[in-house]
């Protein structure tokens, strides 16, 4: 059901792109939607904010008017919706991001590891068809808690499935007018007992290190190409991707990951690295799903 405040979305309106943005009257809640509000001023989009209770005569506990304000900071109250509808938020988001070109979270409270399956921005970040981000922390003062921030921080897993996250980090950096770093961390095989399975190269840290970063730097060169005013420089430290994305990160405007392929349960856990930023990182973090 859509809340009195909710403004008429005109035809040209559902031509715009869109930025969904969950609400719950938290602090951190407020933190996203001042961070969906300033994408969908970079983005010429549509703000949609939504709130979800789990049945109708469930106090909404909603003031609307502050969350307003915070979105017409940014942008012009004709381009901001607000909708309250009842069910399960994961649920009422995954519809809302059907149709959405990005989805937007805060990340509430202590976020624990063993609550992840059933968590909703777990649910929304590994169902969702479009990008996620998760905003942590709270919105500590009136003025933008992430202003201080510059930067996209890639991180990439895999080389052969790196397009989707890279062509989406370079969007995010071009947007911004900021610099890209991509990282891609590694272990040497060796040092886990692997020595006899793999090829003799692999066998010498330094010479595995040179090929792993010649790769990762035609794979990012595939879509550097398409993005010419972005400047991009590699990383490839000898760590955990843990370690070395939340260092990463630490500075940085936006951490761009992926999203593992859902298996035969829909819904995967994500991987330590994604569970990590999204636990413990302060930074917006936008999971991106496969192509």
Known sequence: ?????????????????TIVAGYDGSPAAARAV???AEEAARRDSVLRILHVRESIKADAGVRWETVVGIA????DGHRVAVFDHTGWPATQLLVEGDRADLLVLGRGGPYRLGE???SVAQAVITSAHCPVVVVAGSDRSAADPDAARAGVVAGIKHLDVAESILSAAFAEAELRGCDLLVVHAWRHAGARGLRDVLLPTYEDPACYAEQLTSRLNDVVGMV????PDVPVSLATPQSGAVPALTTAAQAAALVVVGVPRAGPVRGALLGSAG?????DGECPVMFVPRT
């Open 1 to 17: 059901m859509a809340s009195p405040m909710a403004s008429p979305m005109s035809d040209p309106m559902h031509r715009l792109p």
């Open 34 to 36: 001042r961070f969906a």
């Open 72 to 75: 017409r900071g940014y942008l």
């Open 116 to 118: 992840a399956v059933g």
């Open 224 to 227: 550097a190409g398409k993005y």
């Open 275 to 279: 569970q990590t930023l999204l636990r």
